[in-house]
């Protein structure tokens, strides 16, 4: 209730209104209510015909996203395949090339291991031959096993008059390095023999440590050649049935009557080292009938194997020979060969081995 005769109404949405009004008198008497129904017209942005237009507006924003989206995917599809192109042409190309090289280089390592078979077949004609061995020994074996295809290591052995001579050498690497080293030293050794001077092992190997010194031109100089050899020989005199032995790092194991005697060999090489100026000792052995003589190079007792992935080591070799060394000698030899396989198993032999075993 007011004294106004108006009222005012803003901001009123579209639609259809009533407005409704009564009056009061001073004696509080009030009068009946009286109608008024009118309009209001929406503006022209809230009609259905904008709002169809906004409908249309936006369907066609959407399409025209839609179409530029899928425009831009087909670009970059292309460009895709485009680029996928050009890569794998070069993957092809680099395919192609890699197979060429890796042809190139199958033929290359075909012609490098038909050279190396070709190098092991000199090797093998140059190793004594087991013809000649029968001539001077009756009972003997030797286990010759290269870990590659050419060994360094080496058995070299000959009669003069009626002196037996035998030599295992263990020469510096295994493979075609320790080849080469191995021809080197069977040659050194038989031009010595050849010369018919002295028959001594220890006048042998300071002759051959001289001759791998010089001809390798070694002179103990940082960075200078180190390649050389360990050997054992050993010259049987059959007249006396006197044994002389001398060896450069590689020892001699003489058994007789279930008794095992290590001679040790000396501490150097046949090669540049510091005790290079002194001579090679010679030690000798009394023969008897059915002793057992045997020569090896560290790579079996240095093989790793067992449980333990451990040395075999000398202390195992040696109980090894003294349990077989009154068997056969070829049945020795599968044994020590077995013995050989079961102990480093699936591991792979990590240097050349040879052991000769002779009985008198």
Known sequence: WNNEAKATYTNLREGNYTFKVKVRNVYGTESTIAEYKFSIAPPWYRTILAWI?????????????????????????????????????EV??????????????????????????YASRIQGAILTPNEQIDQIF???????????????????????????????????????????????????ISQII????????????????????????????????KDGMDIAIYVIDEDTNILEFSGANNPLVHIRNN????????????????????PF???TIELQPGDCIYTFSDGYVDQFGGPDQRKFMIKNFKE??????????????ERLHKN?????????????????????
């Open 53 to 89: 237009l906004y409908a249309i507006l936006f369907i066609f924003l959407i399409w025209v996203l839609v179409r530029w989206n899928t425009r831009r995917l087909i670009a970059e599809k292309e460009e895709l395949e485009e680029i996928v192109k050009e890569r794998t042409a």
């Open 92 to 117: 092809v190309a680099q395919k192609d090339e890699i197979e060429a090289q890796n042809e190139k280089i199958s033929i290359q390592n075909e012609e490098i291991k038909s050279s190396i078979h």
């Open 138 to 188: 009756k009972e003997y074996f030797i286990l010759f096993l290269p870990r590659d295809i050419v060994s360094g290591d080496f058995y070299w052995i000959t009669k003069v008059g009626s002196k037996k001579i035998c030599v295992v050498a263990d020469c510096t690497g295994h493979g075609v390095p320790g080849g080469f080293m191995s021809m080197l030293g069977m040659s050194f």
């Open 194 to 225: 050849s010369k018919g001077g002295t028959l001594h092992p220890g006048d042998i190997l300071n002759q051959l440590r001289s001759s791998v010194i010089n001809s390798l031109h070694q002179t103990g100089e940082v960075g200078g050649s």
């Open 259 to 278: 008794e095992l005697n290590h001679i040790k060999s000396d501490k150097m090489p046949i090669g540049i080292h510091m005790r290079a100026n002194e």
């Open 281 to 283: 000792a010679t030690h």
């Open 320 to 333: 090894l020979l003294l349990e077989i060394h009154q068997l056969p000698m070829a049945e020795q030899r």
């Open 340 to 360: 050989l396989l079961d102990w480093h198993g699936d591991s792979p032999r990590i240097d050349d081995v040879v052991v000769m075993g002779v009985r008198i």
